[in-house]
Protein backbone atom coordinates (compact mmCIF):
# COMPACT_ATOMS: atom_id res chain seq x y z
CA UNK A 1 0.00 0.00 0.00
CA UNK A 2 2.61 2.15 0.95
CA UNK A 3 4.54 1.69 -2.23
CA UNK A 4 1.44 2.38 -4.34
CA UNK A 5 0.64 5.61 -2.52
CA UNK A 6 4.24 6.70 -2.91
CA UNK A 7 4.64 6.23 -6.64
CA UNK A 8 1.03 7.50 -7.51
CA UNK A 9 2.04 10.37 -5.10
CA UNK A 10 5.50 11.15 -6.62
CA UNK A 11 4.02 10.80 -10.41
CA UNK A 12 1.54 13.35 -9.91
CA UNK A 13 3.59 15.48 -7.51
CA UNK A 14 5.28 17.75 -11.00
CA UNK A 15 1.92 17.69 -12.41
CA UNK A 16 -1.13 19.80 -10.73
CA UNK A 17 -3.52 19.20 -13.11
CA UNK A 18 -3.07 15.22 -12.46
CA UNK A 19 -2.80 15.96 -9.05
CA UNK A 20 -6.59 17.15 -8.79
CA UNK A 21 -7.66 13.71 -10.27
CA UNK A 22 -5.47 11.19 -7.42
CA UNK A 23 -6.35 12.53 -4.19
CA UNK A 24 -5.24 10.32 -1.42
CA UNK A 25 -7.87 10.43 1.12
CA UNK A 26 -6.33 10.63 4.90
CA UNK A 27 -7.42 7.47 5.75
CA UNK A 28 -5.49 5.87 3.29
CA UNK A 29 -2.15 7.96 4.07
CA UNK A 30 -2.84 7.01 7.86
CA UNK A 31 -2.73 3.51 6.39
CA UNK A 32 0.82 4.15 5.33
CA UNK A 33 1.72 6.39 8.06
CA UNK A 34 1.15 3.05 9.97
CA UNK A 35 3.96 1.16 8.48
CA UNK A 36 6.62 3.86 9.48
CA UNK A 37 9.39 2.97 11.79
CA UNK A 38 8.10 5.14 14.75
CA UNK A 39 9.30 5.19 18.49
CA UNK A 40 5.50 6.23 19.19
CA UNK A 41 1.93 5.70 18.22
CA UNK A 42 -0.88 6.46 16.44
CA UNK A 43 -4.59 6.37 17.92
CA UNK A 44 -7.70 5.86 15.87
CA UNK A 45 -9.86 5.95 18.79
CA UNK A 46 -10.58 7.97 22.25
CA UNK A 47 -9.16 11.47 20.66
CA UNK A 48 -11.64 13.10 22.23
CA UNK A 49 -9.33 15.17 24.09
CA UNK A 50 -7.59 16.49 20.49
CA UNK A 51 -11.01 17.73 19.66
CA UNK A 52 -11.02 20.56 22.27
CA UNK A 53 -9.21 22.78 23.86
CA UNK A 54 -9.85 25.56 26.64
CA UNK A 55 -12.11 27.77 24.71
CA UNK A 56 -14.81 25.06 24.27
CA UNK A 57 -16.73 26.11 21.68
CA UNK A 58 -14.77 24.52 18.73
CA UNK A 59 -14.62 20.87 18.65
CA UNK A 60 -13.24 19.31 15.52
CA UNK A 61 -12.53 14.96 15.61
CA UNK A 62 -9.43 14.43 14.03
CA UNK A 63 -9.15 11.10 11.90
CA UNK A 64 -6.01 9.94 14.31
CA UNK A 65 -3.08 11.24 16.79
CA UNK A 66 0.20 11.20 16.55
CA UNK A 67 2.12 10.40 20.20
CA UNK A 68 5.54 10.89 19.10
CA UNK A 69 8.76 9.60 21.36
CA UNK A 70 11.20 11.08 19.39
CA UNK A 71 11.61 14.09 17.04
CA UNK A 72 12.15 11.40 14.20
CA UNK A 73 8.79 10.56 14.71
CA UNK A 74 7.59 13.51 13.84
CA UNK A 75 10.40 14.24 10.62
CA UNK A 76 9.59 11.03 9.67
CA UNK A 77 5.51 11.58 9.93
CA UNK A 78 5.57 14.66 7.94
CA UNK A 79 7.75 13.84 5.33
CA UNK A 80 6.14 11.32 4.43
CA UNK A 81 2.65 13.14 4.17
CA UNK A 82 4.96 15.61 2.28
CA UNK A 83 6.05 13.26 -0.34
CA UNK A 84 2.44 12.44 -1.52
CA UNK A 85 2.83 16.24 -2.89
CA UNK A 86 0.22 17.94 -3.69
CA UNK A 87 -2.30 14.71 -3.79
CA UNK A 88 -1.99 14.35 0.10
CA UNK A 89 -5.23 15.85 1.89
CA UNK A 90 -3.86 15.03 5.43
CA UNK A 91 -3.55 18.09 7.61
CA UNK A 92 -1.37 18.23 10.24
CA UNK A 93 -1.90 20.11 14.09
CA UNK A 94 0.45 19.96 16.76
CA UNK A 95 -1.09 20.46 20.11
CA UNK A 96 0.53 21.69 23.10
CA UNK A 97 -1.91 21.52 26.27
CA UNK A 98 -4.62 22.63 24.40
CA UNK A 99 -5.20 25.65 25.99
CA UNK A 100 -6.10 27.35 22.52
CA UNK A 101 -9.38 29.66 22.36
CA UNK A 102 -10.78 28.71 18.68
CA UNK A 103 -9.56 25.18 17.23
CA UNK A 104 -6.24 26.56 16.84
CA UNK A 105 -4.27 23.65 17.74
CA UNK A 106 -7.27 21.31 16.19
CA UNK A 107 -7.85 19.64 12.78
CA UNK A 108 -10.97 18.48 11.59
CA UNK A 109 -9.99 14.75 9.93
CA UNK A 110 -6.45 15.25 10.15
CA UNK A 111 -3.57 13.86 12.11
CA UNK A 112 -2.63 15.74 15.53
CA UNK A 113 0.35 16.00 17.32
CA UNK A 114 0.75 15.34 20.67
CA UNK A 115 3.51 17.28 21.72
CA UNK A 116 3.59 16.53 24.76
CA UNK A 117 4.61 12.99 24.22
CA UNK A 118 7.58 13.74 22.66
CA UNK A 119 10.68 12.42 25.37
CA UNK A 120 13.43 14.78 24.96
CA UNK A 121 16.85 14.68 26.87
CA UNK A 122 16.04 16.17 30.54
CA UNK A 123 15.67 19.62 31.08
CA UNK A 124 19.36 20.73 30.88
CA UNK A 125 20.46 24.15 32.26
CA UNK A 126 23.60 25.97 31.24
CA UNK A 127 24.99 28.09 34.11
CA UNK A 128 27.31 30.16 32.20
CA UNK A 129 27.52 34.21 31.31
CA UNK A 130 24.52 33.73 29.69
CA UNK A 131 22.92 30.94 30.81
CA UNK A 132 20.08 28.83 29.02
CA UNK A 133 18.19 26.23 29.45
CA UNK A 134 17.17 23.61 26.90
CA UNK A 135 13.80 22.26 26.37
CA UNK A 136 11.50 19.93 24.36
CA UNK A 137 8.77 22.27 22.84
CA UNK A 138 5.72 19.89 24.37
CA UNK A 139 7.23 21.05 28.01
CA UNK A 140 5.59 22.57 30.55
CA UNK A 141 6.66 26.16 31.58
CA UNK A 142 5.74 25.33 35.23
CA UNK A 143 8.07 22.12 34.80
CA UNK A 144 10.84 24.44 33.17
CA UNK A 145 10.54 27.15 36.04
CA UNK A 146 10.75 23.86 38.82
CA UNK A 147 13.79 22.51 37.49
CA UNK A 148 15.67 26.04 36.84
CA UNK A 149 15.47 26.99 40.19
CA UNK A 150 17.24 23.96 40.95
CA UNK A 151 20.27 26.02 39.81
CA UNK A 152 19.41 29.04 41.31
CA UNK A 153 17.85 30.32 37.99
CA UNK A 154 14.44 31.33 35.56
CA UNK A 155 13.07 32.53 32.45
CA UNK A 156 12.80 36.23 32.56
CA UNK A 157 9.90 36.59 30.77
CA UNK A 158 6.22 34.43 31.57
CA UNK A 159 2.75 33.73 31.07
CA UNK A 160 0.34 34.65 33.35
CA UNK A 161 -0.58 31.09 33.31
CA UNK A 162 2.41 28.25 33.48
CA UNK A 163 0.83 24.80 32.50
CA UNK A 164 1.29 25.56 28.90
CA UNK A 165 3.58 24.19 26.40
CA UNK A 166 6.94 26.10 25.11
CA UNK A 167 5.42 25.30 21.53
CA UNK A 168 2.32 26.47 22.18
CA UNK A 169 2.98 29.94 23.74
CA UNK A 170 6.05 30.79 21.27
CA UNK A 171 3.87 30.39 18.18
CA UNK A 172 1.86 33.15 19.64
CA UNK A 173 4.43 35.52 21.87
CA UNK A 174 4.02 35.28 25.47
CA UNK A 175 3.13 38.03 27.02
CA UNK A 176 2.58 39.23 31.05
CA UNK A 177 3.64 41.56 33.70
CA UNK A 178 7.64 41.45 32.77
CA UNK A 179 7.16 41.59 29.14
CA UNK A 180 7.60 45.62 29.21
CA UNK A 181 11.52 45.29 30.51
CA UNK A 182 12.43 42.14 28.65
CA UNK A 183 9.99 41.93 25.43
CA UNK A 184 7.69 38.45 25.07
CA UNK A 185 8.96 34.83 26.32
CA UNK A 186 9.80 34.52 21.84
CA UNK A 187 12.46 37.43 22.55
CA UNK A 188 14.11 35.65 24.89
CA UNK A 189 15.19 32.63 22.68
CA UNK A 190 18.74 31.84 21.88
CA UNK A 191 17.98 28.99 19.91
CA UNK A 192 15.15 26.37 18.06
CA UNK A 193 14.71 23.15 16.67
CA UNK A 194 12.19 23.07 13.91
CA UNK A 195 10.94 20.13 11.62
CA UNK A 196 9.57 22.23 9.18
CA UNK A 197 6.20 20.89 6.62
CA UNK A 198 8.90 19.15 4.20
CA UNK A 199 9.97 17.05 7.58
CA UNK A 200 13.07 18.29 7.84
CA UNK A 201 14.62 19.04 10.97
CA UNK A 202 16.19 22.39 11.14
CA UNK A 203 18.24 24.11 14.06
CA UNK A 204 17.84 27.96 13.81
CA UNK A 205 18.64 31.02 15.87
CA UNK A 206 19.18 34.50 15.00
CA UNK A 207 22.58 33.91 13.06
CA UNK A 208 21.95 30.94 11.85
CA UNK A 209 19.03 30.01 9.50
CA UNK A 210 17.67 33.19 10.67
CA UNK A 211 14.54 33.53 8.32
CA UNK A 212 13.46 30.32 9.96
CA UNK A 213 13.84 31.43 13.70
CA UNK A 214 11.97 34.70 13.29
CA UNK A 215 9.28 33.26 11.48
CA UNK A 216 8.36 30.36 13.82
CA UNK A 217 8.96 32.53 16.67
CA UNK A 218 5.01 34.27 17.05
CA UNK A 219 4.44 32.43 13.30
CA UNK A 220 1.28 30.20 14.67
CA UNK A 221 2.69 27.19 13.63
CA UNK A 222 2.59 27.87 10.27
CA UNK A 223 6.52 27.17 9.43
CA UNK A 224 7.37 24.74 11.52
CA UNK A 225 6.94 22.32 14.93
CA UNK A 226 9.34 23.42 17.74
CA UNK A 227 10.69 20.44 18.74
CA UNK A 228 13.04 22.06 20.71
CA UNK A 229 14.03 25.58 22.44
CA UNK A 230 17.11 27.05 24.26
CA UNK A 231 15.62 29.61 26.98
CA UNK A 232 17.58 32.67 27.88
CA UNK A 233 17.50 32.55 32.01
CA UNK A 234 18.43 34.91 34.72
CA UNK A 235 19.07 34.45 38.51
CA UNK A 236 16.03 33.80 40.26
CA UNK A 237 14.46 35.50 43.23
CA UNK A 238 13.33 33.75 46.22
CA UNK A 239 10.30 36.14 47.64
CA UNK A 240 7.70 38.18 45.76
CA UNK A 241 6.34 41.92 47.07
CA UNK A 242 3.22 41.98 45.62
CA UNK A 243 1.31 45.01 45.46
CA UNK A 244 -2.93 46.47 44.50
CA UNK A 245 -3.77 49.66 44.18
CA UNK A 246 -6.79 51.13 42.85
CA UNK A 247 -7.71 54.44 40.63
CA UNK A 248 -11.50 55.93 39.95
CA UNK A 249 -9.72 58.02 36.97
CA UNK A 250 -8.99 55.84 33.84
CA UNK A 251 -6.36 59.01 32.82
CA UNK A 252 -4.63 58.52 36.03
CA UNK A 253 -4.23 54.73 35.91
CA UNK A 254 -2.41 55.08 32.56
CA UNK A 255 -0.46 57.99 33.70
CA UNK A 256 1.23 55.62 36.54
CA UNK A 257 1.43 52.85 34.62
CA UNK A 258 3.30 54.61 31.57
CA UNK A 259 5.14 56.08 34.03
CA UNK A 260 6.63 53.11 35.34
CA UNK A 261 7.21 50.85 32.67
CA UNK A 262 9.04 54.47 31.48
CA UNK A 263 11.45 54.16 34.40
CA UNK A 264 15.05 51.98 34.49
CA UNK A 265 14.73 50.91 37.93
CA UNK A 266 11.22 49.85 38.50
CA UNK A 267 9.07 46.99 39.46
CA UNK A 268 9.57 43.36 37.55
CA UNK A 269 6.05 42.75 36.40
CA UNK A 270 3.22 45.63 35.79
CA UNK A 271 -0.17 44.58 34.70
CA UNK A 272 -3.61 45.88 35.85
CA UNK A 273 -6.79 45.31 35.35
CA UNK A 274 -10.48 46.83 34.95
CA UNK A 275 -13.10 46.25 37.95
CA UNK A 276 -16.76 46.93 36.27
CA UNK A 277 -19.81 46.40 38.56
CA UNK A 278 -17.88 44.45 41.37
CA UNK A 279 -19.18 44.79 45.12
CA UNK A 280 -17.02 43.76 48.31
CA UNK A 281 -13.81 43.75 45.86
CA UNK A 282 -11.07 44.93 48.77
CA UNK A 283 -13.05 42.03 51.14
CA UNK A 284 -11.90 39.56 48.40
CA UNK A 285 -8.34 40.41 47.86
CA UNK A 286 -7.80 40.68 52.20
CA UNK A 287 -7.56 36.46 52.11
CA UNK A 288 -3.92 36.97 50.21
CA UNK A 289 -3.56 40.87 50.44
CA UNK A 290 -3.51 43.08 53.85
CA UNK A 291 -3.99 46.48 53.54
CA UNK A 292 -1.53 49.33 54.56
CA UNK A 293 -3.67 51.12 56.76
CA UNK A 294 -6.70 48.77 57.35
CA UNK A 295 -9.43 51.34 58.83
CA UNK A 296 -8.90 53.37 55.66
CA UNK A 297 -9.27 50.40 53.67
CA UNK A 298 -12.42 49.30 55.94
CA UNK A 299 -13.77 53.05 55.11
CA UNK A 300 -13.62 52.35 51.07
CA UNK A 301 -16.54 51.11 49.33
CA UNK A 302 -16.26 49.88 45.49
CA UNK A 303 -19.87 49.37 45.02
CA UNK A 304 -21.11 49.53 41.18
CA UNK A 305 -18.55 51.87 40.18
CA UNK A 306 -16.02 51.26 37.40
CA UNK A 307 -12.34 50.74 39.08
CA UNK A 308 -8.82 50.65 37.83
CA UNK A 309 -6.07 48.46 39.73
CA UNK A 310 -2.91 48.47 39.00
CA UNK A 311 -0.54 45.65 39.86
CA UNK A 312 2.93 45.51 40.37
CA UNK A 313 5.75 43.16 41.89
CA UNK A 314 9.13 43.42 43.27
CA UNK A 315 11.53 40.57 43.14
CA UNK A 316 14.08 40.41 46.28
CA UNK A 317 15.40 37.77 48.43
CA UNK A 318 15.41 38.04 52.53
CA UNK A 319 18.40 39.77 52.72
CA UNK A 320 17.52 42.39 50.53
CA UNK A 321 14.29 43.44 52.49
CA UNK A 322 14.65 46.57 53.81
CA UNK A 323 16.62 47.72 50.48
CA UNK A 324 13.68 46.69 48.49
CA UNK A 325 10.97 47.90 50.69
CA UNK A 326 12.72 51.17 50.54
CA UNK A 327 12.71 51.10 46.58
CA UNK A 328 9.06 50.08 46.64
CA UNK A 329 8.15 53.08 48.81
CA UNK A 330 10.56 55.42 46.58
CA UNK A 331 8.21 54.09 44.04
CA UNK A 332 4.63 53.77 45.01
CA UNK A 333 5.09 58.09 46.26
CA UNK A 334 5.00 58.71 42.94
CA UNK A 335 2.04 57.36 42.15
CA UNK A 336 -1.76 58.70 42.54
CA UNK A 337 -3.98 56.06 43.41
CA UNK A 338 -6.55 56.19 46.03
CA UNK A 339 -4.55 55.86 48.94
CA UNK A 340 -6.84 53.73 51.45
CA UNK A 341 -6.56 51.48 47.93
CA UNK A 342 -2.75 50.12 49.08
CA UNK A 343 -3.26 46.17 49.55
CA UNK A 344 0.19 44.06 49.88
CA UNK A 345 1.38 41.02 50.05
CA UNK A 346 4.91 39.03 49.93
CA UNK A 347 4.90 35.06 48.47
CA UNK A 348 7.63 32.71 47.25
CA UNK A 349 8.43 33.53 43.70
CA UNK A 350 6.72 30.06 42.88
CA UNK A 351 3.52 31.34 44.39
CA UNK A 352 3.63 34.42 42.41
CA UNK A 353 4.49 33.02 38.99
CA UNK A 354 1.88 30.19 39.38
CA UNK A 355 -0.79 32.04 41.12
CA UNK A 356 -3.67 31.40 38.14
CA UNK A 357 -3.26 27.56 38.77
CA UNK A 358 -4.89 28.83 42.38
CA UNK A 359 -7.51 30.20 40.40
CA UNK A 360 -7.76 27.23 38.28
CA UNK A 361 -7.90 24.72 41.30
CA UNK A 362 -10.72 26.88 42.32
CA UNK A 363 -12.98 27.10 39.59
CA UNK A 364 -12.44 23.64 39.10
CA UNK A 365 -13.91 22.62 42.23
CA UNK A 366 -17.22 24.35 41.25
CA UNK A 367 -16.83 23.20 37.52
CA UNK A 368 -16.53 26.69 36.09
CA UNK A 369 -13.21 26.01 34.56
CA UNK A 370 -14.25 23.86 31.46
CA UNK A 371 -17.18 26.14 30.56
CA UNK A 372 -16.57 28.44 26.82
CA UNK A 373 -14.21 30.87 27.02
CA UNK A 374 -14.54 33.69 23.86
CA UNK A 375 -11.94 35.43 25.05
CA UNK A 376 -10.79 38.60 23.22
CA UNK A 377 -7.25 40.25 23.42
CA UNK A 378 -6.53 43.15 21.67
CA UNK A 379 -3.26 45.18 21.38
CA UNK A 380 -3.88 48.87 21.36
CA UNK A 381 -1.73 52.09 20.32
CA UNK A 382 -1.24 54.11 23.94
CA UNK A 383 -2.50 57.49 21.83
CA UNK A 384 -5.72 55.67 20.90
CA UNK A 385 -6.31 53.59 24.31
CA UNK A 386 -8.47 56.25 26.03
CA UNK A 387 -11.02 56.44 23.21
CA UNK A 388 -11.09 52.49 23.06
CA UNK A 389 -11.75 52.54 26.79
CA UNK A 390 -14.35 55.46 26.75
CA UNK A 391 -16.63 53.53 24.35
CA UNK A 392 -15.85 49.58 25.53
CA UNK A 393 -15.83 50.12 29.40
CA UNK A 394 -17.74 53.00 29.48
CA UNK A 395 -20.37 51.70 26.93
CA UNK A 396 -20.51 48.37 26.01
CA UNK A 397 -19.05 46.69 29.08
CA UNK A 398 -20.26 49.23 31.51
CA UNK A 399 -22.56 47.06 33.25
CA UNK A 400 -21.56 43.38 33.05
CA UNK A 401 -18.46 41.42 33.46
CA UNK A 402 -17.65 37.67 33.04
CA UNK A 403 -14.12 37.70 33.43
CA UNK A 404 -11.15 39.40 34.21
CA UNK A 405 -10.28 42.20 32.04
CA UNK A 406 -6.47 43.11 32.22
CA UNK A 407 -4.78 46.09 30.87
CA UNK A 408 -1.54 47.36 30.63
CA UNK A 409 1.07 48.91 28.18
CA UNK A 410 4.62 47.93 27.51
CA UNK A 411 7.55 49.45 25.82
CA UNK A 412 7.93 48.12 22.12
CA UNK A 413 11.21 49.79 22.31
CA UNK A 414 12.64 46.88 24.10
CA UNK A 415 11.02 44.09 21.47
CA UNK A 416 12.77 42.58 18.53
CA UNK A 417 10.83 43.24 15.86
CA UNK A 418 11.63 40.43 13.47
CA UNK A 419 9.36 37.71 15.23
CA UNK A 420 6.34 37.13 12.76
CA UNK A 421 3.74 38.55 15.53
CA UNK A 422 1.87 41.60 14.39
CA UNK A 423 2.20 44.50 16.68
CA UNK A 424 0.44 48.17 16.19
CA UNK A 425 3.14 50.68 14.95
CA UNK A 426 3.81 52.71 18.28
CA UNK A 427 6.55 52.79 20.94
CA UNK A 428 4.37 51.82 23.56
CA UNK A 429 1.12 49.86 23.54
CA UNK A 430 -1.47 48.32 25.65
CA UNK A 431 -2.30 44.38 26.17
CA UNK A 432 -6.15 44.66 26.70
CA UNK A 433 -7.60 41.02 27.26
CA UNK A 434 -11.17 40.37 27.91
CA UNK A 435 -11.24 37.00 29.36
CA UNK A 436 -14.56 35.73 29.76
CA UNK A 437 -16.19 33.25 31.13
CA UNK A 438 -19.55 31.73 29.58
CA UNK A 439 -21.83 29.75 31.68
CA UNK A 440 -22.99 26.99 29.67
CA UNK A 441 -27.29 26.92 30.56
CA UNK A 442 -27.08 30.59 30.69
CA UNK A 443 -29.43 32.79 28.34
CA UNK A 444 -28.83 35.91 29.99
CA UNK A 445 -25.86 38.30 29.91
CA UNK A 446 -23.21 35.40 30.73
CA UNK A 447 -24.43 33.36 27.69
CA UNK A 448 -22.20 32.21 25.18
CA UNK A 449 -23.75 34.39 22.46
CA UNK A 450 -24.02 37.32 24.76
CA UNK A 451 -20.52 37.47 24.99
CA UNK A 452 -19.75 37.04 21.33
CA UNK A 453 -22.57 39.78 20.45
CA UNK A 454 -20.48 41.71 22.35
CA UNK A 455 -16.97 40.88 21.11
CA UNK A 456 -18.47 41.75 17.88
CA UNK A 457 -19.42 45.02 19.51
CA UNK A 458 -15.91 45.83 20.51
CA UNK A 459 -14.26 44.79 16.98
CA UNK A 460 -16.97 46.62 15.21
CA UNK A 461 -16.03 49.97 16.93
CA UNK A 462 -12.41 49.82 16.81
CA UNK A 463 -12.69 48.99 12.70
CA UNK A 464 -15.66 51.29 12.55
CA UNK A 465 -13.63 53.93 14.25
CA UNK A 466 -10.33 53.07 12.70
CA UNK A 467 -8.27 52.51 16.01
CA UNK A 468 -5.00 50.46 14.64
CA UNK A 469 -5.82 47.35 17.17
CA UNK A 470 -4.61 44.15 16.51
CA UNK A 471 -5.75 40.91 17.67
CA UNK A 472 -3.65 39.28 19.89
CA UNK A 473 -3.79 35.21 19.79
CA UNK A 474 -5.87 36.00 16.92
CA UNK A 475 -8.42 34.47 14.76
CA UNK A 476 -10.17 35.27 11.73
CA UNK A 477 -12.03 32.95 9.57
CA UNK A 478 -11.08 34.79 5.86
CA UNK A 479 -7.69 35.17 4.32
CA UNK A 480 -8.17 38.14 3.87
CA UNK A 481 -8.68 39.11 7.02
CA UNK A 482 -5.61 37.65 7.86
CA UNK A 483 -4.01 40.03 4.91
CA UNK A 484 -5.63 42.96 6.61
CA UNK A 485 -4.25 41.43 9.94
CA UNK A 486 -0.48 41.11 8.59
CA UNK A 487 -0.73 44.36 6.69
CA UNK A 488 2.64 45.39 5.57
CA UNK A 489 4.11 41.69 6.45
CA UNK A 490 1.55 39.52 4.89
CA UNK A 491 4.04 39.25 1.64
CA UNK A 492 6.71 37.76 3.81
CA UNK A 493 4.30 35.99 5.68
CA UNK A 494 3.34 34.04 2.99
CA UNK A 495 6.81 33.89 1.30
CA UNK A 496 7.91 32.14 4.50
CA UNK A 497 4.70 30.04 4.02
CA UNK A 498 5.77 29.13 0.67
CA UNK A 499 9.36 28.12 1.58
CA UNK A 500 8.72 25.78 4.91
CA UNK A 501 5.04 24.76 4.47
CA UNK A 502 4.58 25.11 0.51
CA UNK A 503 1.71 22.36 0.89
CA UNK A 504 0.29 24.21 3.79
CA UNK A 505 -0.28 20.66 6.03
CA UNK A 506 0.82 22.68 9.41
CA UNK A 507 -1.65 24.39 11.62
CA UNK A 508 -4.66 24.33 9.54
CA UNK A 509 -6.37 25.38 12.36
CA UNK A 510 -5.55 29.50 12.51
CA UNK A 511 -7.29 28.93 8.84
CA UNK A 512 -4.53 31.25 6.97
CA UNK A 513 -3.54 28.85 4.26
CA UNK A 514 -6.67 26.51 3.24
CA UNK A 515 -4.35 25.21 0.33
CA UNK A 516 -0.48 24.86 -1.15
CA UNK A 517 0.60 28.15 -1.48
P1 LIG B 1 -1.96 24.77 21.99
O1 LIG B 1 -3.29 25.36 22.25
O2 LIG B 1 -1.86 23.32 22.12
O3 LIG B 1 -1.43 25.26 20.55
C1 LIG B 1 -1.48 26.63 20.20
C2 LIG B 1 -0.99 26.83 18.76
O4 LIG B 1 0.39 26.54 18.70
C3 LIG B 1 -1.65 25.91 17.74
O5 LIG B 1 -1.72 26.57 16.52
C4 LIG B 1 -0.70 24.76 17.66
O6 LIG B 1 -0.79 24.08 16.44
C5 LIG B 1 0.63 25.45 17.81
N1 LIG B 1 1.63 24.62 18.47
C6 LIG B 1 1.52 23.91 19.61
N2 LIG B 1 2.69 23.31 19.89
C7 LIG B 1 3.54 23.66 18.92
C8 LIG B 1 4.90 23.38 18.65
N3 LIG B 1 5.64 22.61 19.44
N4 LIG B 1 5.46 23.92 17.54
C9 LIG B 1 4.76 24.72 16.72
N5 LIG B 1 3.47 25.01 16.92
C10 LIG B 1 2.88 24.50 18.01
N6 LIG B 1 -0.81 33.95 26.57
C11 LIG B 1 0.03 34.96 26.84
O7 LIG B 1 0.76 35.40 25.98
N7 LIG B 1 0.09 35.51 28.10
C12 LIG B 1 -0.66 35.05 29.12
O8 LIG B 1 -0.58 35.55 30.22
C13 LIG B 1 -1.56 33.97 28.86
N8 LIG B 1 -2.31 33.46 29.84
C14 LIG B 1 -3.16 32.42 29.57
C15 LIG B 1 -3.92 31.89 30.60
C16 LIG B 1 -4.77 30.83 30.38
C17 LIG B 1 -5.61 30.27 31.50
C18 LIG B 1 -4.89 30.30 29.07
C19 LIG B 1 -5.83 29.19 28.78
C20 LIG B 1 -4.13 30.83 28.02
C21 LIG B 1 -3.26 31.89 28.27
N9 LIG B 1 -2.48 32.45 27.26
C22 LIG B 1 -1.61 33.47 27.54
C23 LIG B 1 -2.61 32.00 25.86
C24 LIG B 1 -1.63 30.90 25.56
O9 LIG B 1 -0.32 31.40 25.53
C25 LIG B 1 -1.91 30.30 24.17
O10 LIG B 1 -3.24 29.89 24.07
C26 LIG B 1 -0.98 29.12 23.90
O11 LIG B 1 -1.07 28.78 22.55
C27 LIG B 1 -1.36 27.95 24.74
O12 LIG B 1 -0.32 26.99 24.72
P2 LIG B 1 -0.67 25.46 24.51
O13 LIG B 1 0.54 24.69 24.85
O14 LIG B 1 -1.91 25.08 25.21
O15 LIG B 1 -0.87 25.48 22.93
Redo the contacts with the bound molecule.
Sequence with gaps: LLNSILHKANSGSNNSASNSLVPFPPHEILSSLQTLPLHGHFSLRDNEDAAK??GNIHHFPPLAVLHPKTVSDISLTIKHVFEMGFASQLKI?????????QG??QVHGGLVIN?ESLQGPEIKVYNGELPYVDVS??ELWINILHETLKHGLAPKSW???LH??????L??????GQAFKHG?QINNIFQLEVITGKGEVVTCSGNRNADLFYG?LGG??QF????RARISLEPAPMMVKWIRVLYSEFSTFTMDQEYLISLNNTFDYIEGFVIINRTGILNNWRSSFDPKNPLQASQFSSDGKTLYCLEMAKYFNPDEAEAMNQSVDQLLSKLSYIPSTLFLSEVSYVEFLDR?HVS?NKLRAQGLWEVP?PWLNLLIPRSEIHDFAEEVFGNILKDTSNGPILIYPVNQTRWNSRPSLVTPEEDVFYLVALLSSALPNSTGADSLEHILAQNNKIIDFYTGAQLRVKQ??PHYSTQEEWQVHFGSRWEAFVERKRAYDPLALL?P??RIFQKAV
Design positions: DFAARGHGHSLQAMGGTDYLTVGGTSNAGISPVLGGIITVEHYLAGH
